[in-house]
């Protein structure tokens, strides 16, 4: 079944930018739209953005001006940059997947098993 | 934004308890509620979508139901495992926005 693996840096100074990778196993990335979500510790979730595999975006209007959402089909992969970070962008992020390949109305069915990272000099 | 409100916000329970959370939308969201479960340490799960919807795998004692602003999950008999922080999502409009978390503990 598909599965799905963050990975990147887990400290982040702050004022730089956060990259994290989504890679998409088990399945193809084509035809579904991919999210990322944070947690912050002991707080609730957030919804990022998302991206279909054809390229286009949707972010939260809370974090779209330093939000960049990519894919990379070749790879079955996709990416979060989030730019000029502070003590509070330190969180659990996830990335997942809708569930239903042509629209997110019916939830998100698969979910990474979530990085932390952490803003601190 | 739509914000989703959850009640309670935490609850004590026992194993074989018939367990009801709510979730209140600020403006109709028609039926696009999911429901998620959230164990310690793990990512939250997929319960529930489109209000009343059971995802696949997930037991029969879950349930969801409701529409426009307000909505429920209830748990017939609470099992062990059912111990969680339970979160509602709407998918009617982005920004996406999850209630604040209900725990469920053991009492």
């Known amino acids: 079944q598909v599965q799905l693996q963050e990975s990147g840096p887990g400290l982040v100074k702050p004022s730089e930018t956060l990259s994290l990778t989504c890679t998409v196993s088990?399945?193809?990335?084509?035809?579904?739209?991919w999210s990322w979500i944070r947690q912050p510790p002991g707080k609730g979730l957030e919804w990022i953005g998302y991206?279909?595999?054809?390229?286009?975006?949707n972010y939260n209007p809370s974090l779209k001006s330093r939000v960049t959402i990519s894919v990379d089909t070749s790879k079955n992969q996709f990416s979060l940059r989030l730019s000029s970070v502070t003590a509070a962008d330190t969180a659990m992020y996830y990335c997942a997947r809708c569930r239903d390949g042509s629209t997110c109305y019916y939830g998100m069915d698969v979910w990474g098993q979530g990085t932390t990272v952490t803003v601190s000099s | 934004d739509i914000q989703m409100t959850q009640s309670p916000s935490s609850l004590s329970a026992s194993v074989g308890d018939r367990v009801t959370i709510t979730c209140r939308a600020t403006?109709?969201?028609?039926?696009?509620l999911n429901w998620y479960q959230q164990t310690p340490g793990k990512a939250p799960k997929l319960l529930i979508y489109?209000?009343?919807s059971l995802q696949s795998g997930v037991p029969s004692r879950f349930s969801g139901s409701g529409s426009g602003t307000d909505f429920t999950l209830t748990i017939s008999s609470l099992r062990p495992e059912d111990f969680a922080t339970y979160y509602c999502?709407?998918?009617?409009?982005?920004?996406?926005?999850f209630g604040q978390g209900t725990k469920v503990e053991i009492k």
């Open positions: 999502q709407q998918s009617y409009s982005t920004p996406w926005t």
């Open positions: 991206i279909y595999y054809s390229g286009s975006t």
């Open positions: 403006q109709s969201i028609s039926s696009f």
């Open positions: 088990g399945g193809s990335i084509t035809n579904y739209y």
């Open positions: 489109t209000a009343s």
